[in-house]
């Protein structure tokens, strides 16, 4: 079995006191990696990074993320939401133990990083580049397992503002991975609450931020009291995903 630790949307500022929403996403961030490290699970196999890891796009924003988790000693992948600059990522993210790259194989798994960012917009959409990518990797059959990660939510989450911000091709997304079996799951952030159902043979998997949450089910924007969050997720030989969602002492770190 192979463990992996999903952290998401860090929302960090290049000013270590900024907050968003009344959350310092510094102080959130930090009080999480001291948690993770205290769980039974430590330690995962790799950390997965999926988006809106800045929010303010500043170089120095990604130099926070390096210095919070690099004490974490495990290799820490990342893909883009819509809060992040790609170039500023790559220029920090892209060295060890951090790493960009869009296939990372581990044991009999393969995990495939997709970016989703439309430049400018708060939706996202894969686009016929990306999907390419996408099939360029999924043509790759090693025989292994495969999860998917990706910011945006590619179904609806039942919250008619977080829905205008819905993956846009999300369609096409599962056209591919209905036709390739060996893809047992897709993992999001976005939208800052947990989300687990199925489409298909299919799991699908959205974990709550590191910071603020977001109102499950409301139709306009409205922020949530639960805390930050993180989530273990198993991925077996056989193919199967389970996981465990953990909420950090049910308090937020004020600003
Ligand atoms: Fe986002």
């Given at each position: 079995m192979i463990t992996l630790l999903h952290l998401t949307?860090?929302?960090?500022?290049?000013?270590?006191e900024r907050a968003l929403r009344g959350v310092n996403t510094a102080d959130s961030l930090a009080a999480v990696v001291a948690e993770v490290r205290r769980?039974?699970?430590?330690?995962?196999?790799a950390v997965l990074a999926t988006g809106d890891l800045a929010e303010d796009e500043s170089e120095a924003a990604y130099r926070r993320l390096r210095s919070l988790l690099t004490p974490l000693d495990r290799p820490v992948y990342c893909l883009p939401g819509n809060h992040d600059d790609p170039h500023a990522m790559h220029a920090v993210l892209d060295a060890a133990p951090f790493s960009m790259q869009r296939e990372i194989v581990i044991g009999d798994w393969r995990v495939l990083m997709l970016d989703s960012r439309i430049p400018g917009s708060a939706a996202g959409r894969l686009g016929d580049d990306e999907l390419g990518k996408l099939d360029a990797l999924l043509a790759l059959d090693t025989g292994r397992h495969a999860l998917v990660c990706v910011h945006?939510?590619?179904?609806?989450?039942?919250?008619r503002w977080l829905d205008?911000?819905?993956?846009?091709?999300a369609d096409a997304l599962f056209a591919r991975l209905d036709a390739h079996p060996r893809v047992r799951g897709v993992v999001w952030g976005h939208v800052h609450q947990p989300w687990d159902s199925t489409h298909g043979a299919l799991r699908l998997l959205a974990t709550p931020s590191t910071c603020g949450q977001f109102l499950p089910g409301s139709d306009r924007f409205a922020t949530d009291d639960r805390p930050p969050a993180w989530r273990w997720l198993h991925l077996h030989a056989d193919g199967s995903i389970d996981t465990r969602l953990c909420w950090l002492n049910g308090v937020l770190p004020s600003a």
């Open positions: 949307d860090t929302h960090l500022y290049a000013a270590p769980d039974p699970e430590w330690p995962p196999a945006h939510h590619p179904v609806p989450m039942g919250s205008r911000h819905l993956l846009a091709d």
